[in-house]
């Protein structure tokens, strides 16, 4: 494509994405609290499609249990992806999360993040503390 194409890509560190993210807090004056919680919430109620309008939600289920975290409250937000990089915010815990890491090493074959199901695990840690 000679260097150039679309990509879903965040490029940044944890503590830039945590800023950007400060900006979705009750606190911040950055947005109306309206459209926040419009932006926040579940896209469908009542239903098992797991998005909001702009974010991931959590959910649970049979296949995958609960998602990302059962602790978790169900005004929480993020987004998960591809590469393992996460980020979650619970409003209720008071609590971001900001996890860059990728799971794609050595190659895509690479299951062991997923089987050793890192994402929830490491919520386990940060909501005990």
Do not use: C
Request: charged residues 20%; aromatic residues 14%; hydrophobic residues 30%.
């Amino acid at each position: 494509m000679g260097g150039v194409s679309g990509n879903a890509g965040l490029f940044g560190n944890a503590e830039s994405i945590g800023t950007l993210l400060n900006i979705l807090e009750p606190e911040s004056t950055t947005f109306k609290q309206t459209t926040v919680q419009k932006f926040t919430s579940y896209a469908f109620k009542n239903s098992p499609i797991r998005r909001g309008l702009g974010f991931d939600k959590p959910y649970s289920s049979i296949e995958y249990g609960e998602y990302p975290n059962k602790n978790l409250s169900k005004n929480s937000f993020g987004h998960t992806g591809f590469t393992g990089t996460m980020f979650w915010v619970d409003p209720d815990k008071k609590l971001t999360i900001v996890f860059l890491t990728n799971r794609v090493y050595p190659s895509r074959e690479n299951q062991s993040f997923y089987e050793n199901n890192v994402r929830s695990k490491l919520i386990d840690i940060l909501i005990k503390k």
